[in-house]
């Protein structure tokens, strides 16, 4: 490739495939992001890189980075050369095999604790949303007055992950002051606000659930996502079916709920311990 020859003009294609395609911001400038990177480590132009190429970033970046990042490299690498260039060398590519965690699970105990450790009402009611409706801490930041449900106390989260709407219960427990904020604000304002008046980031609320764990004398690493966990296991324990839990949880796949059939403690704890026995 031409040293002066602008990388964004080359990926321009990929850019409006995407737009076309309507693939979320994030995900957009992820896969621009992995195929830049990829031309920049071979210096070619697209239509000159081959298989070797691509395991050779790859490889790269297997040496410093997650498995996780190396997969969304593949995928974005994948999309580019299969579906704009209608390259086919990528049946000789396999994809990444990821490392499997289980999910960091907190206790009713230890989430009830983080809810009374927090004296402030705008963060106790997100932490208590976070973990009462199971939304992702980008979907809660974006939640609006007009999104609850009187009559049918239901939330409804708008263009989520993927995409896509999908409703939430609104737990009883927050009704009252959700109903207050009601009555200040007007349906088109941000559920969760900061002092000027524009909408919380996702950073301050991973913040304040930081603190609230660190108050609760919890030494795991507790996020957002962990609230999330926890509201799925906590519902699979309560006998709810898995598959109520999927559309709650907005997944596409049955298979990404399942997860978390394996820390359920009393699918687990059931199981007599041969120490026990």
């Given at each position: 490739m031409s040293p002066?020859?602008?990388?964004?003009?080359t990926l321009a294609s990929l850019a409006q495939e995407l737009r076309i395609r309507n693939y979320s911001r994030r995900t957009a400038e992820s896969y621009?992001?992995?195929?830049?990177?990829l031309l920049r480590f071979c210096q070619k132009d697209p239509r000159a890189i081959a298989?070797?190429?691509?395991?050779?970033?790859?490889?790269?970046l297997a040496q410093s980075r997650s498995a996780s990042t190396v997969s969304v490299a593949y995928n974005a690498i994948?999309?580019?050369?299969?579906?704009?260039?209608?390259?086919?060398?990528?049946?000789?590519?396999?994809?990444?095999?990821?490392?499997?965690?289980?999910p960091?699970?907190?206790?009713?105990?230890?989430?009830?604790?983080m809810i009374d450790k927090t004296s402030n009402p705008k963060y106790h009611c997100a932490i208590s949303l976070l973990y009462g409706?199971?939304?992702?801490?980008?979907e809660l930041v974006r939640l609006k007055m007009r999104d609850i449900d009187w009559d049918r106390k239901l939330l409804r989260v708008c263009q989520g992950k993927g995409k896509k709407d999908r409703l939430v219960m609104l737990p009883a427990k927050l009704q009252p002051v959700l109903a207050r904020q009601g009555q200040l604000k007007p349906a088109e304002e941000f559920l969760f606000t900061n002092g000027r008046g524009g909408r919380l980031t996702e950073a301050t609320i991973q913040k304040a659930v930081a603190q609230a764990a660190a108050r609760a004398g919890l030494a795991k690493i507790v996020t957002p996502h962990t609230l999330r966990h926890s509201f799925a296991t906590?519902?699979?324990?309560?006998?709810?079916?898995?598959?109520?839990?999927?559309?709650?949880?907005?997944?596409a796949k049955l298979e990404t709920t399942q997860i978390y059939t394996h820390v359920a403690s009393n699918i687990i704890g059931s199981i007599t311990s041969p120490l026990d026995g």
């Open positions: 002066d020859k602008p990388f964004g003009q621009l992001h992995y195929n830049r990177e298989v070797g190429d691509i395991k050779n970033y790859l490889d790269h994948r999309f580019y050369y299969r579906e704009i260039w209608r390259r086919s060398f990528f049946a000789y590519l396999k994809q990444p095999k990821k490392n499997k965690y289980l960091v699970v907190l206790s009713k105990e230890e989430v009830r604790r409706t199971g939304v992702r801490v980008g906590h519902l699979l324990e309560a006998g709810t079916d898995i598959r109520y839990i999927q559309e709650l949880l907005g997944h």
